[in-house]
Structure formats: structure tokens, C-alpha cells
């Protein structure tokens, strides 16, 4: 499946400055290095289960980390990587993760599926497509119960919106009003099965009436945009509760996961795509309309490089979780009795 | 001490705990302005207002999910299903987040929350309506299991349930809520995991829950006329069991019967029954036998209802049986 | 909930000739009257479990079993009495059902929410909401499979929209365009909630386009008008393999199952909506634009009570299903061990 | 004879019937232009084409529906779940629908359905996708249960599945689909309710289905060298259950322990160990142990994994207790 055409010209965006495309940049290239690093151990056999990538899709994270206020919660599914580190889970702790380690973000106990990190807004990555949708809506109910005046969003790839949990999830935040906002990261493909044989239509947002949301859909090839454009979904959901449906047409240069070799893709297609890749786009903008020099951003790689170093040497050298781990968490009081170690 | 119908009193334990945490709401179809599907909820919505007694559309799997959400982040829902046999399309729900989100999380979430509602068989609903969920439920690591069967009962332990942190499955009989009893006036909780012996006796034990408590006390009266002393024990916590209450019986009568509304493959009655073999093994003059549902779908006629379903008649028999085994 | 404005008016439509609408009316008026007498049995305490009358909605099933060519199927829900009827079930079989005698039309198995009669185009009656619908979704796919011609009408309660399941059958018959149908009796209630707070919109057809569905959908005040709008459906679905989503505005005159008392409607509402009653309005064509005379409508009406009697007589004389029926049905060769009993 | 890999044997199943029956089509995610999650699938679209080799949408409820749907109106689907943890949320469709729309027709229809895919832990997938469902099936009256563990009997085995006119729930698993063994080159099939002796012994009877075999297998290896014979029984179809080929070892060993992927409360394990001290309670020398999943939520770090899922040490440690109890 080539680019669509957007729906609306990625028009350049205000607020182009550049310690924030900088900081932009900075996050988009930590998250493609972490899953590099990933990748790369899970090739040696150093780590295993499964490992969805976000590489392509970082925008998505940064612009949508960028806009959150304290208390406002992200959900999303197992390609959850992307969100930890954009919302500044420590790299170590989500490296040591995936290696199944003591330290690692909850403990060893979820893998790369299941990264959750309440104090950054990281309200959990779900492996069960959809199921996790009307969980997000229910934390959008509990913000408007408390009237806590925060704001979940909930993302979900194109493939959720067929099942049913997400039809009853998003039906049930337009019928109440709900201060959410739903985010399709439409990457075009549901493992093998491309978009056309999905779904019966085009363009996914022509649900959101059915629940009474607005909606919003383009393109996504530049953080800056995708920032704007999702900050007024987010505003509409905390200033007047009413919720969004909103696709975002990008795609994932790797595989599925990492057993995936996306032969159902020609290079072509794959290509056609990376010349939009929002990453790569930023450093251009740095590099050609700020003159940020080549060595500046080979050292803001090399740094990043460093920090995922010391992330695999931290998970490297993790030790496992102790064997007494695997009967914690199920219940309050066993833990309470295991003396809160959790 | 007032008489209350089990419908009254767990109302009055909702009603309660409601006024006592504003957090506390419940949610579910026809539970407000409908006054409730089996009239538990009556009342409520007039009292508390429409956020905090939630009417839902026809959604199981969205609003138990809802329930999840909203307990994850401060909130401790009551949920209803009109029957748990909806909450079949809630299963990935209970069983992939309510079951699991504190532990996979790594205990950065608490889910306070109760699942509650009529289960298995009432009177001619036919099969998709008479099933006993709880078998399934109580082999979730992470969740806890209730079934009551009288109103005193029901009150001390759905208020435990609302206040415990975990998350709760909470069964009930839509032909039980008419049942009467005595309920003190004054708060009382009754602990989670605790069984309650509801007739004492020293000659065989009969193990029971929910709607199976009726049927063996009945079956136990007419096994008294027999000259057998039965010591029924409802077990009321499914989830976690408590062992020792029922072996304690087990090492005295040497004999044991489970008596029980519910599928005989597997599920609490084979888990209960294996427990006490394992456990008292030394202990038994006879098998365990299991008086529950025949092993089919629940027919519609009543005639073939009455059959499938356990009666005291049915039950004596086997209890007669356990009680005169000699190896 | 005021009957809506007809989204389109209801013209008087052709073919309207006397012998069509006296068989409709006949019809019509068979449905109501063996409702009736099940609602006598049930309040005498004869009948038992659940019991929801379609008393209203006659028009519905009444118009669509005159449209059904063999091979065709209807599949709906618990409401399922008008639909065994007018397929041409033994009114006596039916009764016996509710009196869950070994006569009944699944032998004492199912009961009022669970008709099945394969032979006449009944593909069942489903009690759990939205179940049923993948299911009719499987009928029109094996219809496809195997080149039979045949279409598959799915009815269900407005009340089922909201529900997993339905999104689901609905989705995957318009993405491999299966020739159904899905008509959805929006009787303003699903038990006592009404429409709005069932939904976040008022017209259900809205969803149609996300399953590349056609639409329709109009009040059911009169039969021809029904199966005419019907007959287009069912003729795309045959034709093109085009599925499409009808919403049907109707109302049930009586509570939601016989333990209802219905209070959440005022006596206004509903008398507004019982002047539209299709079956009332077929009368009064019989009457006032035919001639016939109020004898022969008495006498018409006499001889369906005297059918309705004689159902009554034969659920409370039929013997009452074997004790080993219980055991039967569950495994094909129990049945054949059993002598192909069923 | 030749080698083939499970995985083989098994599309050689499918491959076949096909082949022998228009009506066969297969049905699941990923099953024709992916050639199938786990393979098993591989080469039928191009083979059969894209009518009879159906990829599907994320929509478990929905496909098993339409295969219950097709199945009633003639067709014989093969459904994949990807793996069955995602049959949790067609729960509803395979216990209101699968199982009971035979009987509630009251025989009009019959749904010869096959509901196919892995089950319980792989390796590293954490607790949603590590889970063991034939402990819910196995316990609905209407279906019955397969759980294969060697390429002949998955072969043997799913070719009567699919010829069977009933809903068979059909059990793989993730990690065994490269274990290879033998298949007979003409054609065979392995009637449904039979028990196979995996490895005959007279010292102490091991029940096994599933991932449980090799497990069982080797900790057998490991009690030989004690000097403890087992005679491992791989229960193969679980629902009905062959009580006989149990029953008849439990009379000659007088010792049972059962070795198992699922979660220790209730279930199949459960059921199995209730109906030996109900049927051979004479004959039972020592209680019955299961050795099985701790009763946790299935933790992602490999060392806790690997502590939970049933080791043949772990297996050793239970048959020397069983093997050595004296009353
Ligand atoms: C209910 C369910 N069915 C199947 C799966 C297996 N599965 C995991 S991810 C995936 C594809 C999801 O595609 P999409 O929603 O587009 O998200 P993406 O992976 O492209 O980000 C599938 C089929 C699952 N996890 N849950
Ligand atoms: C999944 C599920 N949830 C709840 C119920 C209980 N229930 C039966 S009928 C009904 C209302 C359905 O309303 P609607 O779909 O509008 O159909 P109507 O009864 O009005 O014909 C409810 C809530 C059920 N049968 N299944
Ligand atoms: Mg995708
Ligand atoms: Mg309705």
C-alpha cells in the first residue's frame, strides 16, 4: 500500500523553533536507537517472546508526550516502546525489561507488551487487540467522575478497530462524553493482512459519527503538525469532554514483530514510505533551514548511542527477579505481607 | 436484628458502602431508572443521581472494561451483569485485565472492584440463561470468588468485597433473592476466605455454596430422619478456599458430598473434591461424590429442569451412598 | 418516545389487492392472537421463564416471510413468536413449546426465546444480544461458498447495535459483501432504556457506510410499504451479494418480557404509536376501502381464536418430554444411539 | 513411514480433507497470504484459493461465528485461533452457540466445526498469552476436546475432528509444532475418546494431554533410573474423557499423578484426579498429585517462567511422593 494522498497538505507548521524540533529530534532518534538495541539483542538471542517495533511511527510518541499535562494517562497496545521512552521512562529500566531482569520496568513480570509506568502517564501497553479500549474510556470516566480535568489517550493500530471491545469502548466515550481521544495508528498492515483486506472502507474516521466524536485524520510526516493537530483533539477532550476519533496514515519499516520478515511488502512500498519518515524529515529541517553542522548531529547520535549502551550494559548486568517473584502482585495484602516489595 | 430478603440486604450493603465512599459507584443495564432487573439496585439511582448509578447499553465486554479503567484510576465500581451469563462476552475482560492488571503492572495499579449479579440456573430459562460462571472465575489467578446464600451472609460479605482491593466476583441467585433472614442492625463485615459451618454434625460432611446451600440443608433434614448426622459447610468464599474449614470436617466424618448448582467437568466441585483427597487422603472411608448438574445443556421443560438440577431427594441418595461405602 | 418523522412518507403502495391484504391481515392478526392467548397461559401460570411478545411488530415479520423464497432464512432473537408464525410453524407446536411440552417445536429444549424451525426458513431464535448476528453472517457466507442464491435476514433490537458481536457480523458481511440482510427492530426500548441513552445517535443506519453497507429505514405503519422497502433489500443481497443495514421504527405495545410492567413509558406514548399499528391499519383498509364487512372481520377473527384454542388444548394435552430427552441432542451419534430421536 | 514435523502432520490433515471434501474451508488470521502465524497452514491458499483458505479480520467472536453459521448451513470450517489465548473473546460464540445450538434445536442442525490452534505457555509471551483454555471448554456439555501431542496423533487425530459432525475444540502447541516423529504413509484416522499409553509401566500411572507429554515422558525417564516405572497415559481427547484406559492403569498401579500446561484450580487436571478417587478409591494407595502451573499469572522473566510451567524435575519430585507414600 503506497502513502495515501493526505487529506490535507502538510502545511509547515508555527512554533518550528528550534530547541523544540531539537528536543523532537532528540526523542524521535532515542526511540529508533532503543528499538535498534532491541532488536539487535533479541537477534542474539538475548531476549525473547515477542518484540513489536515502533520504528517509523516515533512522531506519534514524541508529539503526543509533548502535549500531556500531569494526571492525563496514554494506553496503548504491545508496541508500547515508543511511549516509554517518549514520556521518560528510564531507557535502563525498559531495556532491563525486555531482558526479563529484576529491574526492569515492571519488574520482569510483562515483557515488551506490557510497559507500564503510572508516574509518567504510561497507563500500560495491552496484547489482547482492543481489549483495551474500553479500559482507556473507563479511565476517561473516572476523570470525569473526579473531574480531575485529565485527558486519556487511547491508541490503538487500524487492525482494533474491526473487534468489538473497541466498538463498545469508543461507543460507550461518545455516549457519555468522555474526555478521550482515540488514536488510530493506521501503519497500514495488521501483521500480514494489509489494510484493503481488513476492513470494508478507506477511511476509518468515517465511524466517529456513529459515536457522536469529531474526528481528524492525516498524514503523518511531521512532528510539528501531528502535535498541532492532535493538541486540538486533546483540547476539545478537556475543555468540553467530547471525544475524538482521529487516524494517523504512517507505517512501521520493521516487521510485525521480530519473527516477522514483511515479505507481504515490496521494497518499493517500504521506500516510498521511509522518504517520509518524520525522523528523518526533522533532521533535515535541523540540518538545511536551522544549518544545525553534521558533527552536532552525529554527537547528539553518538550521546544517544551511549545511553543505550549503558541501557543494555544496566540490563545486562540486572540480576533476575528473585524466584519468590512469581506469587507477588496478584493480591494487595500478599504484598502488603511480602512487605510492599510488589 | 431486622428480617431482610437477600435482595434487601445486599442492597443495603451497596447502599451503605455508596454513603459511607463517594468513590463507590455502580454500573450496569437497568440497574437506575429501571430500579434494577431483579430489583437489587431499587432505590439508588434517586438517592446517589445518574453518576454514580450508571445505566449502560447492551456492552458487557465495554463496560466491564470501563469498570477496570475506572477502578485503575481511584474509583471502585460495582458492576452488574443482569445475569452472569452475559458475562460471557466479558470473558477476555475478567480473565486479561480485571484478573490481571495489578501483577503484570507490577503492583503500579489496584483494581477495586466487584463483579456481581444472579448466576446459574433460575426456574425454564433455557440453556444460555442457566449456567453457573463461578467454575470458570475461580481458576483466575488474581481475582476473588463470593457465592451467598443467605441474606446475612450476603450483606457482611458484599460490603467486604466493595471495600477489599482486589478484584471480586460476586455470585447471587435470581430464585435466592426473595429468601428471608436476619440481618444486624448494627455494621458488620464478614471476612473474605471464610467458610461457615450451616449445620453442624459428626457423620458425613456436605460441601455446598450459593443456590447448592438450600438443597443440601433440605437433603441433610431428611438424612437426619435416617439417623445421618450431616455437617453442612457453605463454603462462600470460592476463591480463595478455605481448607481447613472443610478438612477439619473431612478428618471427623471421614466422609464428604458436594452438593452444588454447576456443571460436573471440572470447576469448583472437582477442584474442592481433589483438595480433600490430596489433603485428607488418610482421612477417607469413602470417595467424594458430586451432586450437581447432569452434564448437558439446561432444557427448558420443567420437568427436565427438575431433573438436571440437584434436588434434596437426589442428594440423599448419594449421601446415603458416601455414608454406607465400606471398602 | 414519540413515534420519529417518517424519514421518508409512507406512500400508498401498489399491489395493494384484496387477497394480499386480507392474507396479511390474517397473518397479522394470528401472530397477535397467539400472543395473546401465550400472555393468558403465562399470567395463569402455565407457562414460565421468559416470555417477550412481539405484539406491535407483526407487520415485520409478516412482510418479510411473504418475500422469503426456499433456501431463505430468518435469524433473530428471543422476540422470535411473530417470525414462527407467519413462516407458517404449527401455531400448536409453538404453544407447546411454551408449555415446554415434547411436542413443541424443539421438543421442550428451548422455549418462547429459542423457535427453530429449519424446514419453514427459521434459523433461530438467540438469547444472548448480538450472538446471533456472526452467526447469520456464517448462513450468507456458506450461501456464497456454495453459489445457493439463498439470503439470510438477520433481524435484531436496536438495543443489539451496541454490542461487540454485532459490529463484528455486521463488519465482515460488508468487507466480503455476503448476501444479507440485517434489519434492526428499533422498538424505542431495549427493556427499559430508551433510545437516547442507549446511543449517541438517532439514526442507526449511520453506521451502514463503515461496513460498506446500504440503508434504509423507515416507520412500520404499513405492511405493503414494509415489504416493498424489504423486497429491495432482499433483491440486492441476491442479486449483487450487497448487504445492507435497515433500521425499522416500531414499538413493542407491551412490556419488554411479561415481568415488565412498563413503566418507563407514558399511556400518551404509547397510544400514540398504537395508531399507527400496521395491523390496526390493515382493518381499516379491509373495512373502509374494500368493503368487508365487520362480520367477516369477526368471523375471521373468531376462526383464528378457534385456531389459537386448539393450540392451547394441544400444548396442554401433549405429554411432557421424556425424562432421557434431557440426555439427547448434544452429540450427533447419542441421537442416532437414541434411535435419530433428536 | 515418514518424519514429519507436528506442524506438518497437521496441514497434511487439513491438506487432505480438503482434498476429500469441498465443504472443508479454513478460516482464521493470518491463515492463507501469511501462510499461517505458526505455518501450519502453509501452501493451501495457493493450493485451494482464497474462497477455502479465508483470512480474516481481528475479529475472533465474529469468524467463529461465521464458522458456526457455515457449519449450520452445510460448510465444514476449520477455525484457527492465532493462538487460543484470542478465543477468549469468542467465549460467548463457542459455549452459546458451538455447544448448544445442536441441542437446542433440538437436533435440527448439526455443526460439524473445528476450532483449531496453539494453547498454554510458549516461551517469554507473559501472562495473555501463556494461558492453558481447555480447562473452560472441556467443561461445556456439546463440544469435545483434543490436545495432541506427536505428529501421528495430531494427523490421526484432526482428520476425525474435521470428519466429526460435532464442535471439536483442537488443542497445539506453539512450541512442539517442530517436533517430529513418525506418520504412516496411507491414510489413518485416531478415534476421538481414546487414551494412548505413551510408555508402558507398573509402578506408578502418569496422566498427561498436551505439553504436558515430553514432560512426562522425561521425568518417566528420570524415575526409571530410580528404579520407578510409569506408564505415562497421553489422554488425548479430553472431553469425553477415556475413564477406562485411566481407571484400568489406577487398578494396576494403585498411584496416580497427573503432569499438565494449566493453572491448578479446577479444570481438566481437577477433574481427571476427582473421578480416579471416585472410580478406583479402592484401589488408590496414595493420594492423587498434580503437577501443573503454580497458581499465578504467567510472569514474562524467563527464570519465573521456567518456575512455573512443569519441569520433568519438578514432575520427579511429585511421582517419588506419590510412589513412596505409605498411609
Ligand atoms: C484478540 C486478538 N487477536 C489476535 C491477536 C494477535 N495479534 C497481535 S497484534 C496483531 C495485529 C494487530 O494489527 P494492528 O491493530 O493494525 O496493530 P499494529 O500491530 O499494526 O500496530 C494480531 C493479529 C491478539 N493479540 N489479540
Ligand atoms: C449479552 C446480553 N446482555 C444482556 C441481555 C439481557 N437482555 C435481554 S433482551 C435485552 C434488551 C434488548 O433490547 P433490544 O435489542 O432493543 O431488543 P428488544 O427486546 O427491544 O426487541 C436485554 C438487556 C442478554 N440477553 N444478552
Ligand atoms: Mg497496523
Ligand atoms: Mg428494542
Not at chain 2, 428480617?3 to 463507590?24: F, H, N, S, W, Y
Not at chain 2, 466422609?255 to 470447576?267: C, D, K, N
Request: proline share 5%; net charge negative; charged share 25%.
Amino acid at each position: 500500500m503506497s502513502p495515501p494522498n493526505d487529506p490535507t497538505p502538510a502545511a509547515p507548521v508555527a512554533g518550528h523553533d528550534l530547541e523544540r524540533l531539537r528536543h523532537f529530534y532528540n526523542q524521535m532518534l532515542r526511540i529508533r536507537r532503543f528499538e535498534e538495541a532491541a532488536a539487535r539483542a533479541y537477534t542474539q538471542g538475548k531476549i525473547s517472546g515477542f518484540l513489536h517495533l515502533y520504528i517509523g511511527q516515533e512522531a506519534i510518541a514524541v508529539a503526543t508526550a509533548d502535549l500531556m499535562r500531569p494526571g492525563d494517562r496514554v494506553v496503548t497496545t504491545y508496541r508500547d516502546h515508543g511511549f516509554a521512552v517518549a514520556l521518560g521512562c528510564d531507557t535502563g529500566a525498559c531495556m532491563a525489561e525486555l531482558y526479563g531482569k529484576k529491574t526492569g520496568l515492571v519488574g520482569g513480570n510483562g515483557g515488551s507488551m506490557h510497559f507500564f509506568a503510572k508516574e509518567q502517564g504510561l497507563w500500560g501497553g495491552y496484547a489482547i487487540v482492543g481489549g483495551h479500549v474500553p479500559v482507556a474510556t473507563g479511565h476517561a470516566f473516572a476523570s470525569k467522575y473526579l473531574g480531575d480535568g485529565a485527558v486519556t489517550l487511547c491508541f490503538l493500530g487500524e487492525g482494533a478497530m474491526h473487534i468489538g471491545a473497541t466498538h463498545e469502548g469508543m461507543h460507550l466515550a461518545g455516549l457519555w462524553r468522555l474526555p478521550v481521544v482515540f488514536v488510530i495508528e493506521n501503519n497500514q498492515y495488521a501483521m500480514g493482512t494489509p489494510l484493503r483486506r481488513q476492513t470494508a472502507v478507506d477511511d476509518l474516521t468515517v465511524r466517529a459519527p456513529a459515536y457522536r466524536m469529531t474526528s481528524d485524520r492525516w498524514v503523518v510526516r511531521d512532528v510539528f503538525e501531528t502535535r498541532a493537530r492532535l493538541a486540538r483533539a486533546i483540547e476539545q477532550a478537556r475543555e468540553e469532554s467530547q471525544p475524538s476519533l482521529i487516524e494517523l496514515l504512517t507505517y512501521r519499516f520493521r516487521g510485525h514483530s521480530m519473527s516477522d520478515p514483511g515479505k507481504y511488502r515490496s521494497k518499493d512500498e517500504v521506500d516510498q514510505w521511509k522518504e517520509r519518515d518524520p525522523l528523518h524529515r526533522a533532521q533535515v529541517q535541523l540540518r538545511d533551514e536551522h544549518g544545525v553542522s553534521e558533527e552536532e548531529l552525529d554527537a547528539l547520535d553518538e550521546r544517544i548511542g551511549e545511553e543505550m549502551d549503558a541501557a543494555v550494559e544496566f540490563a545486562e548486568s540486572s540480576p533476575l527477579p528473585d524466584p519468590e517473584h512469581r506469587f507477588r502482585g496478584h493480591y494487595v495484602e500478599d504484598d502488603l505481607a511480602a512487605g510492599g516489595e510488589g | 436484628m431486622t428480617v431482610l430478603q437477600i435482595r434487601e440486604a445486599l442492597r443495603a450493603a451497596i447502599d451503605e458502602e455508596m454513603a459511607r465512599d463517594d468513590r463507590v459507584f455502580v454500573m450496569g443495564e437497568e440497574v437506575g431508572h429501571y430500579d434494577g432487573a431483579y430489583k437489587v439496585t431499587e432505590g439508588l439511582l434517586a438517592k446517589y443521581g445518574e453518576q454514580r448509578v450508571v445505566d449502560t447499553p447492551i456492552a458487557e465486554a465495554g463496560f466491564a472494561g470501563v469498570g477496570i479503567g475506572a477502578a485503575m484510576a481511584g474509583l471502585r465500581p460495582i458492576v452488574e451483569f443482569m445475569t452472569f451469563n452475559f458475562s460471557a462476552v466479558a470473558f477476555d475482560q475478567i480473565l486479561n485485565n480485571a484478573a490481571k492488571l495489578r501483577q503484570l503492572s507490577n503492583g503500579q495499579f489496584t483494581l477495586p472492584i466487584v463483579f456481581r449479579g444472579p448466576n446459574a440456573a433460575a426456574h425454564m430459562l433455557s440453556s444460555t440463561h442457566s449456567q453457573a460462571f463461578e467454575s470458570f472465575y475461580c481458576g483466575f489467578p488474581g481475582v476473588k470468588v463470593i457465592s451467598v446464600a443467605t441474606p446475612y451472609d450476603a450483606k457482611g460479605l458484599l460490603k467486604s468485597a466493595i471495600r477489599d482491593d482486589n478484584p471480586v466476583l460476586f455470585f447471587e441467585s435470581e430464585v435466592m433473592y426473595s429468601v428471608k433472614g436476619e440481618v444486624p442492625d448494627e455494621e458488620y463485615l464478614i471476612p473474605i476466605g471464610k467458610a461457615d459451618i450451616k449445620r453442624p454434625g459428626e457423620g458425613i460432611t456436605v460441601i455446598t455454596w450459593g443456590q447448592g446451600v438450600p438443597v443440601a440443608l433440605a437433603a441433610a433434614e431428611l438424612a437426619a430422619r435416617d439417623g445421618l448426622d450431616c455437617e453442612v459447610i457453605d463454603l462462600r468464599t470460592l476463591r480463595p478456599l478455605d481448607d481447613e474449614a472443610v478438612l477439619a470436617s473431612v478428618r471427623k466424618t471421614n466422609r464428604a458430598v458436594l452438593v452444588y448448582h454447576g456443571w460436573p467437568y471440572g470447576g469448583t466441585g472437582a477442584e474442592v473434591s481433589d483438595r480433600i483427597q490430596r489433603l485428607a487422603f488418610d482421612h477417607l472411608d469413602a470417595p467424594i461424590e458430586r451432586v450437581c448438574y447432569d452434564d448437558v445443556n439446561m432444557p427448558y421443560a420443567e420437568n427436565l429442569e427438575q431433573l438436571v438440577i440437584p434436588s434434596p431427594e437426589r442428594a440423599l441418595e448419594v449421601i446415603r451412598k458416601v455414608a454406607y461405602y465400606r471398602i
